[in-house]
């Protein structure tokens, strides 16, 4: 799988997550760019991906997830 | 050995209730329903200005030994966890142990433990049980977080609620009571909960005053109780569905044995997460946070006081205990009800503000 289709992959998720249906997402998006990026929905994306991916984020990382770009590196 | 069993519970909360509309008019009605959906958690008692978690514990402990007509030169022991004490020194044991008028045999003493407190104080009584420093001994587990959140910190405050527990240990046959334990540790996560300008490490000056608001718009200081949600949330998931399956291994049960699996109080959908990973079908499972929000190292046993109350603790009942949180730690309790059952006191859960010094 190519970044840009894992990128796509956490997109979808980042939309259920967020109830955003039409949002785009970069590598440096940020709970900055979305009011409705709070800690609640850093937990269920980071779960959604676990699961979509088959992959166990280290909680030292979900702790400082900041951007998608740190999720992004650890899709495998 | 002497061996301790649990024969009595009841919990205490404040009568004063945070409401959704009171935290909606501070944080926005959005933000707090994108919170409350998943937290379950409607209402929240918190303590006013004058009422400690001394004084809930208080009024639990001498609601339940009046209850039960516990003389109380008869207690060997006296166990108060919270984090939320009235003093740095001397422990709240000691109040309380005055307040209640326990002997000077009564031994008393804190722990300083979290949301996890509730298996460990049960673990720590039993070893004085076993040890014959004990045949009658009071569990106080109380904690009173509101008093130490920034009210802008909207993650916290629409969380937490403050209340205490009192828990009665008598001597009991070997296959009842506290039957087994399974406690640790992961110490990479204690930032993840905490409070910084609390004690030796980080003094209190004005710098620890300030104000910083967080990337998600959570304001605090470094003297307000801080979380890492995400953080602790994750952890919470992954590692106590292990936990709980060591646990049963280690004492040779399984979740068909179990009657009841009652969880730390956290959030809702944190328990029906765990719950889920699990497997435990929904006439084990039990939620007591919805109209008295997470009471932290109170919130287990106020859980387990409430199932009593609600008549879902038969005679004989095998019942599991899981706590979390800071630490990051966790504490499994394995608990064979007595054959005659735990009766609820019928005593009030809730303290309303009189004085404090004449509170009952």
């Not at chain 2, 008692?45 to 001498?62: K, Y």
């Not at chain 2, 006081?305 to 879902?312: K, M, P, T």
Request: aromatic share 6%; glycine share 8%.
């Amino acid at each position: 799988m190519t970044r840009a289709q894992k990128l796509d992959r956490l997109q979808e998720i980042f939309r259920d997550v967020l109830d955003q249906p039409a949002l785009h997402i970069t590598e440096s998006f940020s709970p900055a760019d979305c009011p409705e990026w709070d800690s609640v929905a850093t937990v269920q994306i980071v779960l959604a991906a676990e699961a979509e991916f088959a992959m166990r984020v280290p909680t030292a990382t979900v702790a400082h997830l900041h951007c998608v770009r740190e999720l992004l590196d650890l899709v495998p | 050995m002497l061996h301790a069993a649990l024969t009595a519970i009841h919990h205490v909360v404040p009568a004063r209730r945070l409401t959704a509309a009171e935290l909606e008019a501070r944080f926005g009605a959005k933000s707090v329903q994108s919170i409350t959906s998943l937290s379950g958690i409607r209402e929240r008692r918190i303590v006013e200005p004058g009422m400690t978690a001394s004084d809930l514990a208080f009024a639990a402990a001498d609601r339940l030994l009046e209850a039960r007509g516990i003389p109380r030169p008869s207690l060997d022991v006296l166990v108060v966890t919270t984090q939320t004490g009235d003093y740095q020194i001397p422990g709240t044991a000691y109040v309380l142990h005055e307040r209640l008028g326990l002997s000077p045999h009564c031994a008393a003493f804190d722990l300083a433990q979290g949301c996890s407190a509730f298996p460990y104080s049960l673990a720590v009584a039993q070893g004085l049980f076993a040890a014959g420093l004990a045949r009658r001994a009071l569990v106080l587990n109380a904690d009173a977080v509101s008093s130490i959140l920034h009210p802008q910190d909207r993650t916290l405050v629409t969380l937490h609620g403050d209340g205490a527990t009192a828990t009665l240990l008598e001597t009991a046959t070997a296959n009842e009571g506290l039957l087994g334990f399974h406690l640790g540790t992961d110490s990479s996560g204690w930032r993840y909960l905490c409070m910084p300008a609390s004690g030796a490490r980080q003094p209190r000056d004005e710098s620890t005053r300030r104000e910083i608001t967080d990337e998600f718009g959570n304001v605090r200081t470094a003297e307000h109780f801080q979380m890492n949600g995400q953080a602790v949330f994750h952890f919470a998931i992954h590692k106590i569905p292990e936990v709980v399956g060591e646990a049963l291994g280690k004492f040779g049960v399984s979740l068909a044995d179990l009657d009841l699996v009652i969880l730390h109080q956290a959030n809702r959908f944190m328990i029906q997460q765990i719950y889920k990973k699990l497997g435990v079908p929904a006439e084990k499972q039990f939620f007591y946070l919805e109209d008295v929000g997470n009471l932290s190292g109170a919130a287990t046993p106020a859980a387990l006081s409430e199932a009593v109350r609600q008549g879902r603790v038969r005679p004989g009942a095998l019942i599991l205990l899981v706590s979390f949180g800071v630490g990051l730690s966790w504490g499994i309790a394995l608990v064979r009800v007595g054959p005659h059952g735990l009766v609820p006191i019928s005593a009030s859960t809730e303290l309303t503000l009189v004085n404090p010094n004449s509170q009952s």
